[in-house]
C-alpha cells in the first residue's frame, strides 16, 4: 500500500539521489564509488516506495535508515569532534562545503527511517489519520534539503584560504599534475617551519598531497591551491598522492631535500 509517509519517504530517496548527483558535480567535483552505490540503492528503493503496493515495502526503506543512520551519524559527530585521520580532518576547516552536505545526508537518512516506519504502521492501520503538522515537517525537510545543496555550492565556490594573494604567490610551490609533480625534486634548508603552497591540477587523480613521514598531508580539490606547514629535521622526504576515496596515482610522488641551515 501506498499512504503519505510511503510518498515522502520515497521523495527523500529522489532528494538523496539528486543529492549525491549535485554533491559529486559541483561540491565534491569527483563521483566515489560508495556515493554512485548509494545513488542507485535509493533509485531503487524510491521506485518500490512508489510503485509496489505490497504492505510490507516500506521495511525496505527502515533497512536502509537504520543502515545509514548508523554508518553516517555517528560518523558526522565524530568528524565534528576529533581528527578521523591523524594527518587532516577536513570537516573541522572553517568554510567547509562538505560540512553542509554530511548535515544534509545525517537529516535525509533519519527523516526516511521515521518516515519508512510510519508508512509501515499505517500500512496495516489503514484508519491512521495523518497528523496536522506532516505537511509542515515536509517542507521543512525539503526546504533544508534545497537550502544546504545551495548553501554548500556557495561555501564551494568561496573556500579560500584568507591568505594574501602576493603572499601565497611568493611560497614555495608543489603543483599536482595529471601524471606527475611539479617540482620532482625540491630543496629547503631546516631551522624554521617552512610554509609550502599546494596546487591540484591532477584532475582529482588525486586530492590529498601527503608527507608520510611527516605524518602530514593536505586536502584540496581539483583546481584548488592548500597550504602546508612543515618543520622538518635535515634529511629527505617524500611527497605523494594519498589514496582517498579510491583515488590514487603512484605517479604522482617527489622527494624533499632539507639541508642544515
Request: aromatic share 10%; net charge neutral.
Amino acid at each position: 500500500m501506498i499512504n503519505h509517509y510511503t510518498k515522502f519517504a520515497a521523495t527523500l530517496f529522489l532528494l538523496q539521489v539528486v543529492t549525491i548527483i549535485f554533491s559529486g558535480a559541483f561540491i565534491l567535483r569527483h563521483f566515489p564509488p560508495i556515493h554512485l552505490m548509494n545513488a542507485v540503492l535509493s533509485l531503487i528503493i524510491a521506485i518500490l516506495l512508489f510503485k509496489i503496493k505490497w504492505k510490507w515495502i516500506p521495511s525496505i526503506g527502515i533497512l536502509y535508515g537504520l543502515l545509514f543512520t548508523i554508518l553516517t551519524i555517528p560518523s558526522l559527530i565524530i568528524s565534528m569532534t576529533r581528527n578521523i585521520d591523524p594527518e587532516y580532518n577536513a570537516m573541522l576547516e572553517a568554510s567547509n562545503p562538505f560540512i553542509g552536505i554530511s548535515f544534509l545526508s545525517a537529516l535525509s537518512v533519519v527523516t526516511i527511517l521515521f518516515a519508512s516506519i510510519a508508512g509501515l504502521v499505517t500500512n496495516f492501520h489503514p484508519n491512521h489519520q495523518v497528523p496536522i503538522w506532516f505537511p509542515k515537517v515536509k517542507g521543512a525537510v525539503y526546504g533544508a534539503t534545497i537550502m544546504g545543496l545551495f548553501i554548500s555550492f556557495y561555501l564551494q565556490l568561496h573556500w579560500v584560504t584568507g591568505i594574501n594573494a602576493n603572499t601565497i604567490k611568493k611560497l614555495p610551490t608543489i603543483v599536482m599534475k595529471p601524471d606527475s609533480v611539479e617540482p620532482a625534486n625540491m630543496e629547503l634548508m631546516a631551522g624554521e617551519p617552512i610554509v609550502l603552497q599546494i596546487r591540484n591540477e591532477s584532475e582529482n587523480k588525486c586530492h590529498i598531497l601527503s608527507f608520510p613521514e611527516l605524518n602530514t598531508s593536505v586536502h584540496m580539490e581539483k583546481g584548488r591551491t592548500g597550504l602546508i606547514v612543515v618543520d622538518p629535521e635535515p634529511g629527505t622526504y617524500v611527497y605523494e598522492c594519498k589514496s582517498h576515496h579510491d583515488y590514487y596515482s603512484d605517479k604522482i610522488k617527489g622527494e624533499l631535500t632539507v639541508v642544515p641551515k
